[in-house]
């Protein structure tokens, strides 16, 4: 790849604000890059629209159907990655080697375009080749029949699934006889239901689209929304000019928190004008969410003592806290006593700042939280997400108009994958139900989550892998481990539109199938068939293509699923799967017989914008044990790995341990790499640098520009290591770096996991920064295989 593919290298800062006509401008270059000027124009004219499809990016909700213009900068660059002219058949692969292939970026990989044949490696000549639909079909069969146990088979699902695909691919898997089903629930908001579920009863955020019309106040808490929901910017937007505060905690300055230019406003295009968009920004350190949230409760529980104290008044809603909730004077007495000292060095905000952030909670009638993976991705993110909940709860933000929890997902279906069953903890429930409609005994044990279905094909326990859709080699913590373990597998399957690192990181044996997109007709038997989505507010709706096929080799999700099922499971299973796939309104069928919410599936869903599944905690039903929503009280974590590592290092010599947050760029959708850019943090051509305070950079001998390594602070004897990033001064708190991944996945220890969640720790790493050997100059700066293999 030359440099001219991904455009001229440089460091510049950004003047302008989010979307507006840099938007614009990224949009034609997108549309133009992909070779589908008019087609691409074409088919955005139907994404989010009623009779239209879905956007395969992100999970945010749709606000008008009736909009010629429902999509965003970045969903323009996921339905044009996925309406591509480009192609990547069988002659792509008789051409390169996997070793070869192995060689070359994620973005050039991705870049290739769609797959068009199913192919199966070909180990003699180190190449993939052609397999007929069939013959795969009965090759995994094979491999998942000669298991002597089913837990030896592990099944990954992305969050771009329909609900339909989802469904048959649970039951397929539980019929075969396990419940190992890593997702990618288990990378990003697992800890989201953790701490939601026995806290109000449901995993789900609590808020409508509505009720940001409503809200007085809205909080930010790790996310950013101008690159990854940048249909958000919309409500904040709007929030905004009618006076709302927006408090935004963040460690990084990002430019949608700040200030957005609309598209659709003639006027703010013609003045080059925008609309700010925090009132107030907290730029805290990486991890200090928690110690930000117990201070803000902390000032409300004694300004709410002063109060009775002076007049009788209290400042909660202690009619809400006395009927719904439990827990209350125990987390009270807990604020009491707690240290402001310790609170301003774990948060790395002032007692000042604290007590101001929580002055606009205290002057809200109605208030949102919203939280993303900057919250999720840390070792006690469960406990932050539970303290965020408490502070909704003091004044009784729960199941109010206008008020409420907003955990924003990324992939555009990663709720509705778990509502429909995609869970390696299956409720008895749902296994009792499966049962009872479909005649089998599911299999009751737990199974794996990602990081456990890592583990396990480390220790040989297991030896089969499938992926419906996502890139698991790219995504995933310990890049090296989890290659590792993916190579030891006799099989490796994964479901696909186009080619990523994962299918050249592969088993002994290989297939890749290539599926059909969202934004493709899907033809059965009884026509063109639509496939359902769940949004981050519980909306369900019908998504319907519009293009033909990229090949007419592909398969539908469902399709692909139904077709293993039948080969897998024979004459032993009584589910009639190749039935339900000639219409997939049998499909719904099934699936309102498994969920209740899912009544009268097929009308309700033929509804323009769908309808929305029942939130019990939205109506103050409290489905937990206490029947009541409960307040946690968790102590300052003051032992993470990254306290560890700086009491063993930071002594005086010793080298500085930062916390590193990993993060997605501009020109990025989770692993998909769109570009090389990232224009709101002013980093142009290129992805290895590192964010970095300037007077760290001075503090530890460097210079802005300087090339170095970075090495991860643990105690298992393991080095990990990301070499070659370039310094970048940027505004960011001290002793705090951030970086993007995939690149810097393999810094992510595989045993470095949130409490009760599973998920990996990707946002507070423990590392130390060391001078490249080799001060080379500026090149390609895009992750190869050849770079991670070093």
Not at 82 to 93: C, K, M, V
Not at 297 to 310: G, L, N, P, Y
């Amino acid at each position: 790849m030359s440099i001219g593919d991904i455009g001229e290298q440089k460091i510049e800062f950004y003047k302008g604000p989010a979307g507006g006509w840099g938007a614009l401008r990224s949009v034609k270059n997108t549309l133009l890059r992909q070779d589908i000027p008019l087609k691409g124009a074409k088919t955005l004219l139907s994404a989010n629209q009623p009779d239209g499809f879905d956007c395969p990016g992100c999970a945010w909700p749709d606000r008008n159907h009736a909009s010629t213009f429902e999509f965003c900068e970045n969903g323009v660059k996921a339905v044009a990655a996925e309406a591509t002219a480009r192609r990547a058949g069988p002659e792509l692969f008789a051409k390169h080697t996997v070793a070869e292939l192995m060689q070359q970026s994620d973005f050039w990989l991705e870049d290739q375009g769609r797959l068009t044949h199913p192919m199966v490696y070909d180990r003699a000549s180190d190449r993939y080749r052609p397999i007929e639909w069939d013959a795969a079909f009965e090759l995994i069969a094979r491999h998942l029949n000669a298991l002597p146990d089913p837990n030896q088979a592990i099944f990954y699902t992305s969050g771009r699934a329909s609900n339909e695909a989802a469904f048959l691919y649970q039951l397929f898997v539980r019929e075969y006889g396990t419940n190992n089903f890593p997702d990618c629930s288990n990378m990003c908001h697992e800890p989201s239901g953790s701490g939601m579920r026995p806290q109000i009863g449901v995993g789900k955020g609590t808020v409508t689209l509505d009720d940001f019309d409503k809200a007085d106040a809205i909080f930010i808490f790790g996310q950013n929304p101008g690159t990854n929901h940048p249909r958000m910017l919309g409500e904040l937007r709007a929030a905004s000019k009618r006076g709302a505060r927006i408090v935004s905690f963040n460690p990084l300055r990002e430019r949608g928190l700040e200030r957005f230019q609309d598209p659709q406003s003639k006027l703010e295009m013609a003045t080059l004008g925008s609309t700010p968009i925090s009132t107030h920004y907290y730029q805290l350190r990486v991890g200090g969410d928690f110690a930000a949230l117990k201070g803000m409760m902390k000032h409300v529980v004694e300004r709410d003592d002063q109060s009775i104290a002076a007049s009788g008044a209290s400042l909660l809603d202690r009619e809400f806290i006395a009927t719904h909730t439990t827990g209350f004077e125990a987390l009270a007495a807990d604020l009491r006593a707690e240290s402001w000292e310790l609170l301003e060095q774990e948060s790395g905000l002032s007692e000042a700042d604290i007590r101001a952030a929580a002055e606009v909670y205290l002057g809200a009638k109605r208030v949102i939280a919203c939280w993303g993976m900057g919250i999720t991705q840390h070792q006690h993110s469960v406990a932050t997400i539970q303290m965020i909940v408490n502070l909704l709860m003091l004044c009784g933000h729960m199941g109010r108009e206008g008020a409420g929890a907003c955990p924003v997902r990324g992939h555009s279906n990663v709720q509705g994958d778990r509502t429909m069953g995609i869970w390696e903890k299956p409720p008895a429930a749902l296994l009792d139900r499966l049962q009872q409609v479909f005649g089998f005994e599911p299999p009751r044990e737990n199974g794996f989550d990602t990081v456990e279905a890592i583990q396990a094909m480390l220790d040989g326990k297991g030896r089969v892998f499938f992926a419906l859709g996502g890139n698991f080699a790219a995504a995933t913590p310990d890049t090296y481990q989890t290659w590792k373990g993916l190579r030891q597998c006799d099989l490796t399957v994964h479901v696909a539109t186009k080619l990523n690192r994962s299918h050249v990181v592969h088993g002994r044996e290989a297939l890749i199938l290539p599926c059909l997109g969202r934004t493709e007709i899907d033809m059965q038997a009884a026509g063109a068939q639509g496939v359902t989505v769940e949004d981050s507010m519980s909306m369900v709706h019908i998504s319907m293509g519009i293009n033909p096929p990229a090949s007419q080799q592909l398969l539908s999700e469902p399709a692909i699923v139904a077709r293993l099922a039948a080969a897998t499971l024979g004459a032993r299973s009584r589910t009639p799967w190749l039935w339900m796939i000639e219409d997939y309104a049998r499909i719904r069928d099934k699936i309102e017989a498994v969920f209740d919410d899912f009544a009268d599936f097929n009308t309700r869903v033929a509804t323009p914008g769908g309808f929305r599944l029942r939130n019990t905690a939205s109506e103050r039903v409290w489905n937990t044990p206490q029947h009541k929503a409960v307040f946690f009280t968790h102590a300052v974590p003051t032992d993470t790995p990254v306290h560890r590592a700086r009491a063993r290092h930071n002594r005086k010599g010793d080298a500085k341990v930062f916390t590193l947050l990993t993060t997605r760029s501009h020109d990025q959708y989770n692993t998909t790499i769109y570009g090389m850019d990232d224009r709101y943090r002013g980093v142009f051509g290129q992805r290895r640098v590192v964010f970095i305070h300037a007077e760290d950079i001075r503090a530890l001998g460097f210079k802005d520009g300087d090339w170095v390594d970075i090495l991860t602070v643990w105690d298992d004897g393991q080095e990990r290591r990301a070499d070659r990033f370039k310094l970048v001064a940027y505004d960011i708190p001290r002793g705090n770096l951030a970086a993007y991944y995939p690149e810097t996945n393999p810094l992510v220890p595989l045993s470095s996991v949130a409490e009760n969640a599973g998920t990996p720790t990707s946002k507070s790493i423990p590392v130390m920064l060391v001078a490249h050997l080799a001060q080379v100059e500026e090149g390609p700066a895009s992750v190869t295989g050849e770079e991670v293999a070093a």
